[in-house]
């Protein structure tokens, strides 16, 4: 129902991003995907590009006087430091001086990429591989909350551990979060005392000329029950989430509620008891994160993502040059030291826009209009 996709490079002139598939009738403008764009480049321990960027997206398609037209939607974000990389990045072969890559990065698609496609220059593949595509991603996850919001839905995420801190599962309740609470923090993590912990770990990492990894959060409350499906399993909703958030960028693990720790539990201990009251059905708890047979239960979704350490590091490691074979030190591209608090917005987006196309797929419409007479309709059918 909501497709979408991106292209660009990390030094290119810009990013792009369509989307197809957003009703007609939601207001929307830039300014709707500038918060997002800006909480993504934040973060202690983020590197220098971020000091040289400051991401916008522009609205080129799609929209007319601040409201959607049911067409796709096409944005634009710019690259500023494609000034600084014209020889190396441009697509024409008049003026293009390149200075070839070869010396492979450890944790890096750089060897992976360079034999899928028969690269000997790692460029063609960091340039891609890079999590500057993310921007983008951040962009249309924009829309897609913008069209979640305009339905009672609230997507968000917070820092749980980075690096040995971890503030612990049930150190706050996440539905009583602030928007505040967490972004006042440097690291995205709403416990004082975790996030200053948090920090002086990243430091210690930049002396040594290490990186840090972590695990976030992301919770969407407001959904209905039944967005998703049992029947078939690509069309589980729990599986979808968990590929939308794995797809980003150094995430290497996805759990839902108790997750992980719920397996060590006997089922009297795990699973969410039922009840009914005040015309509705409900669950006394939340271990399985909102969705149960791959279909939403009423409940928040809580997923938790486990992010590696970045793998370009000061410090680096040993690797194999592409080209000799020779035994050398990896190529050094300027990174960051921990991601884990962007990684967290990045994680928003994609939520967001995996939620959006389950919703459409449920209530879908040509208009707003017409996908608010459908929701009330299944609403009333249930009785809530």
């Known amino acids: 129902m909501l497709r979408w996709l991106t292209a660009g490079e990390s030094h290119g002139p810009q990013l792009t991003v369509i989307l197809e598939g957003v009703p007609a009738g939601l207001e929307l403008g830039a300014a709707d995907l500038r918060q997002d764009l800006r909480r993504r480049q934040g973060g202690h321990g983020r590197g220098g590009r971020q000091q040289i960027e400051v991401d916008q997206a522009r ?33 024409e072969r008049e003026g293009f001086a390149p200075s070839p890559v070869t010396r492979l ?26 999590a500057r595509e993310t921007a983008a991603r951040v962009a249309a996850g924009g829309v897609a909350r913008r069209l979640l919001a305009r339905f009672g839905i609230r997507v968000f995420s917070f820092v749980q551990s980075i690096g040995s801190v971890d503030m612990g599962y049930e150190a706050v309740d996440p539905l009583a979060l602030s928007e505040e609470q967490i972004e006042t923090s440097p690291v995205r993590c709403p416990d004082p ?41 690509d069309r589980k909703l729990d599986a979808r989430l968990a590929m939308a958030v794995l797809s980003i960028n150094a995430v290497k693990g996805v759990e839902f509620g108790a997750g992980f720790e719920g397996a060590a539990r006997p089922g ?38 486990a992010m590696k350490p970045i793998s370009t590091m000061k410090r680096p490691m040993r690797s194999v040059d592409l080209v000799s074979k020779e035994r050398v030190e990896a190529h050094y591209e300027r990174s960051d030291v921990c991601v884990v608090p962007a990684a967290g917005v990045i994680g928003e987006a994609m939520v967001a826009l995996t939620l959006a196309d389950a919703f459409l797929e449920k209530f879908g419409g040509d208009s707003v209009a017409e996908i608010e007479r459908n929701l009330q309709g299944y609403l009333d059918s249930i009785g809530r």
């Open 105 to 130: 990065r450890p944790g890096h698609a750089d060897l992976a990429g360079a034999l899928k496609y028969g690269h000997v220059d790692v460029r063609n593949v960091l340039e891609r591989s890079s």
């Open 59 to 91: 609205i080129v398609g799609g929209v007319r006087g601040g409201v959607t037209l049911g067409s796709p939607i096409a944005l634009v974000i710019e690259n500023r430091d494609h000034q600084n990389w014209t020889a190396q990045m441009t697509p």
């Open 268 to 305: 009297s201990a795990f699973h969410d008891e039922i009840d009914y009251a005040q015309g509705r059905f409900r669950h006394l708890s939340n271990r399985a994160g909102g969705l149960t047979g791959g279909v939403t239960n009423g409940e928040p979704i809580d997923l938790r993502a």
């Open 193 to 233: 005392s975790a996030s200053a912990r948090m920090v002086a770990e990243i430091d210690a990492a930049a002396e040594r000329g290490d990186t840090l990894g972590g695990t976030f959060r992301v919770l969407a409350i407001g959904l209905p029950p039944g967005l998703g499906s049992y029947v078939h399993w």
